[in-house]
C-alpha cells in the first residue's frame, strides 16, 4: 500500500494540509514510546451518498482511548467527525478508510509527557481487502500464535499505537510462516482476538465471541455483528473460547473495520469445518455489506452521510 500515491490532502491540527507537508519533528513523544491513539474507519458509497460507518462511534472510541492515557485531545467528538468528512470531502473519494490519530507531540522527553503538546492527524486512502480479496471470498488460514495478546492488567483497554508492536510480533510471524493470519491467546491460554481483528465462531447454530475481558478490543464491527445477527435470529453469546473449541467449531471469521467480515477456513492446518465458508459467515457478510451500505432501514442510523 502507498498511500501517498492516492490522496491529495491530511488533516493536520485542525487544517487540511498538502500530503507532503503532513510531517512531524523526530522528537515527536509518540514516536519514541507509542503514546498515541487512533481508529479506522471506513466510508461506504451508500445509499443516499458516501456515509461513514459508525463514524461518531469510531469518534466516541478515539476520545475513550485517550481519556485512559490521560490525553486531553482538544476536539470534541462533533468537531473530529466534521475533520473526518471534510478531509474525505477534500479527497474527493467515494469510499474510503479513515484514520485518525492523537499523539503526544513536542515538548516533553522521558516518561512523564505532561507537557508535551497533543497532535491530531486524519488520513484517508483507499484500502482494499484487509486480508485479501481471495481471503473474503474463500476464507484465509490463520495460525495460533506462540506470542500472547497484551495482558489487561498491563495496559487498558484502549486503541492506542504502542500496544500494537504485540500485534506486529504475531501478525510477521503468521505470516513468516506462510499464514494469512495469527490468532492471540491471552495469558490464561483462551482466545483472545486476531492481531487486528475479533473472532467469531459458530458450533450447532450458536455464535460465540470471546468476552471483553478475554483482553480483546471491544470492536465496533463486533458489536455490529452481534447486533445484526441476533437480530437476524441467531443466537450470540459472549464466552470463553479455548484453543480446542476452535479444531471443534463448525465456521470461524474474523471481524474489523478493516477486515470487515473475513471467514477462516483453516486453523492450526485443520480445515474449520468441511473447510468451505459456512452460511453463518456468508450471512454475516451479506447483511454487514447491505448495513454498511444502507441497504437496511434498522440501521441506517449507523451511517453518517459525508
Ligand atoms: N482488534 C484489534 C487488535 C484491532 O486492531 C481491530 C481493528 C479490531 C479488533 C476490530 O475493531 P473494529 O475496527 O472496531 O471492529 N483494527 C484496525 C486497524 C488494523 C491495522 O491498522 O492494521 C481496523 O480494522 O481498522
Redesign the pocket.
Same mark, same amino acid.
Given at each position: 500500500m502507498a498511500p501517498m500515491d492516492v490522496a491529495k490532502y491530511v488533516w493536520l491540527d485542525g487544517e487540511l494540509v498538502a500530503w507532503e507537508d503532513a510531517t512531524v519533528h523526530v522528537l515527536t513523544h509518540a514516536l519514541h514510546y507509542g503514546t498515541g491513539v487512533?481508529?479506522?474507519? $471506513?466510508a461506504y458509497e451508500a445509499v443516499g451518498g458516501t456515509a461513514g460507518f459508525?463514524l461518531t462511534d469510531?469518534m466516541k $472510541?478515539l476520545a475513550k482511548s485517550a481519556k485512559s492515557y490521560h490525553m486531553d485531545i482538544p476536539y470534541t467528538v462533533t468537531e473530529m467527525v466534521d475533520a473526518a468528512k471534510q478531509v474525505v470531502r477534500a479527497n474527493e473519494f467515494s469510499s474510503a =478508510?479513515i $484514520?485518525p490519530i492523537a499523539f503526544l507531540g513536542l515538548g516533553a522527553l522521558g516518561l512523564d509527557p505532561r507537557n508535551a503538546q497533543i497532535q491530531m492527524a486524519i488520513i484517508t486512502w483507499q484500502?482494499g481487502a =484487509?486480508l485479501g480479496e481471495e481471503g473474503l471470498a474463500k476464507g484465509i488460514r490463520v495460525k495460533t500464535s506462540s506470542w500472547r495478546r497484551f495482558s489487561q492488567d498491563a495496559f487498558p483497554n484502549a486503541?492506542a499505537t504502542g &500496544? =500494537?508492536i504485540n500485534?506486529i510480533l504475531a501478525?510477521r510471524e503468521a505470516v513468516t510462516d506462510g499464514y494469512d493470519e495469527a490468532l492471540?491467546l491471552n495469558s490464561g491460554g483462551n482466545l483472545a482476538? #486476531? @492481531? #487486528?481483528?475479533?473472532l467469531f465462531l459458530v458450533r450447532d447454530e450458536v455464535i460465540y465471541t470471546p468476552p471483553l475481558s478475554a483482553g480483546?478490543?471491544? #470492536?465496533? &464491527? $463486533?458489536? @455490529?455483528i452481534m447486533t445484526l445477527l441476533s437480530d437476524d435470529g441467531y443466537r450470540v453469546e459472549e464466552r470463553v473460547i479455548s484453543r480446542s473449541d476452535l479444531y471443534y467449531s463448525d465456521e470461524l471469521f474474523m &471481524? #474489523? &473495520?478493516?477486515?470487515e467480515v473475513t471467514p477462516v477456513r483453516e486453523v492450526d492446518n485443520r480445515p474449520v469445518g468441511s473447510g468451505r465458508v459456512g452460511p453463518v459467515t456468508r450471512r454475516a457478510q451479506e447483511i454487514y455489506a447491505d448495513a454498511n451500505t444502507g441497504k437496511l432501514d434498522d440501521y441506517t442510523h449507523w451511517l453518517d452521510y459525508i
Amino acid at each position: 500500500m502507498a498511500p501517498m500515491d492516492v490522496a491529495k490532502y491530511v488533516w493536520l491540527d485542525g487544517e487540511l494540509v498538502a500530503w507532503e507537508d503532513a510531517t512531524v519533528h523526530v522528537l515527536t513523544h509518540a514516536l519514541h514510546y507509542g503514546t498515541g491513539v487512533f481508529e479506522g474507519i $471506513r466510508a461506504y458509497e451508500a445509499v443516499g451518498g458516501t456515509a461513514g460507518f459508525r463514524l461518531t462511534d469510531h469518534m466516541k $472510541r478515539l476520545a475513550k482511548s485517550a481519556k485512559s492515557y490521560h490525553m486531553d485531545i482538544p476536539y470534541t467528538v462533533t468537531e473530529m467527525v466534521d475533520a473526518a468528512k471534510q478531509v474525505v470531502r477534500a479527497n474527493e473519494f467515494s469510499s474510503a =478508510y479513515i $484514520r485518525p490519530i492523537a499523539f503526544l507531540g513536542l515538548g516533553a522527553l522521558g516518561l512523564d509527557p505532561r507537557n508535551a503538546q497533543i497532535q491530531m492527524a486524519i488520513i484517508t486512502w483507499q484500502w482494499g481487502a =484487509y486480508l485479501g480479496e481471495e481471503g473474503l471470498a474463500k476464507g484465509i488460514r490463520v495460525k495460533t500464535s506462540s506470542w500472547r495478546r497484551f495482558s489487561q492488567d498491563a495496559f487498558p483497554n484502549a486503541k492506542a499505537t504502542g &500496544t =500494537y508492536i504485540n500485534s506486529i510480533l504475531a501478525k510477521r510471524e503468521a505470516v513468516t510462516d506462510g499464514y494469512d493470519e495469527a490468532l492471540m491467546l491471552n495469558s490464561g491460554g483462551n482466545l483472545a482476538e #486476531g @492481531s #487486528g481483528e475479533n473472532l467469531f465462531l459458530v458450533r450447532d447454530e450458536v455464535i460465540y465471541t470471546p468476552p471483553l475481558s478475554a483482553g480483546c478490543l471491544e #470492536g465496533i &464491527t $463486533r458489536d @455490529s455483528i452481534m447486533t445484526l445477527l441476533s437480530d437476524d435470529g441467531y443466537r450470540v453469546e459472549e464466552r470463553v473460547i479455548s484453543r480446542s473449541d476452535l479444531y471443534y467449531s463448525d465456521e470461524l471469521f474474523m &471481524t #474489523g &473495520t478493516a477486515a470487515e467480515v473475513t471467514p477462516v477456513r483453516e486453523v492450526d492446518n485443520r480445515p474449520v469445518g468441511s473447510g468451505r465458508v459456512g452460511p453463518v459467515t456468508r450471512r454475516a457478510q451479506e447483511i454487514y455489506a447491505d448495513a454498511n451500505t444502507g441497504k437496511l432501514d434498522d440501521y441506517t442510523h449507523w451511517l453518517d452521510y459525508i
